[in-house]
């Protein structure tokens, strides 16, 4: 298949092109590079010194005799580009990672929040426009994220993207209907992705598009086979307060003996999954898409839940570090329940990595090989998700604390 | 009480800005006279001979001794100036109709359609996040649509914004839970607005922001107290396929003698409102905020809901205008029900003006005055909702009317 991958130089994009090129498909990697700009912009760094995009793609070919291309390319500011993309080369499948990801970025002030919605929101609707106006028969695959729904779960599982609900009628009569789940994001970020959702449900029905999208837990880990061939394939590891996911970040603490940080409680529950099946998941849903005419596909893209002090608890007692309870940037539930779904996944051949795996000992391992690159400065979160906690914990940590 | 209108220079927005100044209010109006300018690049014009902002603003100045302020800004592209507009003006409230609001032209190419998104969803997000920075007490008064459910009406009532609905949990008992009424927009216009209301969920969830969210039907006539004291104060009146509303649009067709243009059965059911019903819905809304920290209070802002055929028999009545059944551009159902709760704006006293009113007949009249204005190649329908609609009537007319 010609496959195009939007966000292909990105922490999800990079490895999945690299695994759709292995297995025979002809990749084309769409980014504007973005996430190395933010990068240079905060003073970030990836845990793991990664390559220029050109230099991977090189070494890509010279490994595997693979050719990936490479597309210039920024969708939400470019459209006539796109179009032109899109219509030269109707694509079989385009993945979509080419969104801003990180919620406490999207949290950090005015300019991040507006940068994440125009960013996002043009950039996906720049897309759908292009298939329906060039490729109409291209299968979407776009990445979402289960915090669409919030995280409030009162004791049922999360199904995958719709909702059978009763209501009643004029008549005093009850009804059924299918809905897409309602969603309830908690940031900016989480928002883009629940606008998304009606983006797709509306070019589904209108344009009869084909469109996949997937709900996906918090991803873990950085290494994937193919990334792990060569040092200059190697994917970035983020383990800072803006762009570091939990898990990551607990194992880079727990790595150079510094405490893993827990927000408030901990008694927040998540869905996890491990990059390796990030990538996996992405092949098995571009293999299947839904036809034309057809709702969206949903799909819950986990591996299984578990709250944030479980998880400190299981670091904690591989590693011995200690864990420390820090105020809570983030305005959300202290705790929640959450059981998802994810059967289309599993019954379309995923074998998921849990937590307990070898490779939680892999990430440690890497991250002690480039402790030397981390600045302990870059992992306290910075961003405050409103007035009310930006006062508790930036103005005034001692009555955060108390 | 300080207001700032959005869009104060269109057709919803110069009567409410007139409106609120009558009614003792500071009022300014903040526009970027986007609508004259499409007007300008598609060859259109108002039935009515409108003057220019100034003029008008000076009109009435001269009329009623009230002052009238203009920002000339666009909240889409000059977020920085809109800051610094909340943050110096800290408005009591604002009142946003700042958005592309023709569904057919949200419709009619890939560059209408991108700019619906990019101009509605940055604007009102740019406006959300100034007020959370600059000034988180102001009330936000933002005009949405009905339209935002589609058109599939079962045998139950519209509510006001939320649905209460059963679910089963995972161990199958039944569970309440009280969610925004699923949207499924038919137009890219329409999806803006729906894409809107999750906006205004997280913000006024994550800031407290005050937000209302008028959903309104379809307006028709075209003056008000304030915009018939002199000429100069004339409100803007389309009768043309992109932004003329149906109602208008058979009024005008009577007036000149044309036959009344029905879209396909004209079994469709909509909801209308009267503008002098719709400054005064804007005004009693914004005497009626929620308290921070509420959820968003949505109310229907309607009249009464009758089946375009209906609409057109009426017109045909009091005229003797001809019906002519016209392939439909839009892809809808070709009939549906719609019962649309408004028991909000009763209760706050609104009394709604209905379609059987002399209202009807100085609409008309209005129109036979300016009759020399029409374009006749200006009325029918130009933008179809997908290929399949592109194909049966605009490239293949014949088999669209077998």
Redesign the interface.
Known sequence: MRIFVFGGDGFCGWPTALHLSKSGHDVTIVDNLSRREIDAKLGLQSLTPITELQERIAAWRELTGRIIHFEHLDIARE?PRL?TLVANGKPDAVVHFAEQRAAPYSMRG?DE??YT??NN??GT??LL??L??HS?DTHLVHLGTMGVYGYSG????IPEGY?????????G?P?S?E??F???????YH?TK??DQ??F??YA????LKITDLHQGIVWGTQTKETKLDPRLINRFDYDGEYGTVLNRFLVEAAIGHPLTVHGTGGQTRAFIHIRDTVRCIELAVGSPPQRGEKVKILNQVAETLTIIDLARLVSDRTGAEIAHVPNPR?EAAENEL?VSNETFLALGLDPTLLDSALLEGTIALSKRHSDRVDLSMIPARSA???ERQKQIFENPQAAAA
């Not at 009162?154 to 599982?157: C, H, L, R």
């Not at 309602?182 to 900016?188: A, D, E, L, Y």
């Open positions: 459209a179009d005015p929040k507006r919605v125009d929101i043009s609707h720049n426009v292009a329906t106006q109409p009162n004791g049922f599982s909702l059978d609900v009763a209501v009643t009628d004029d008549h009569q009804q209907r809905i897409l309602p969603t309830k994001p908690g940031s900016v928002m629940s606008l009606l983006l449900q509306f029905q209108n344009d009869a305005a059981v998700w409103n007035r």
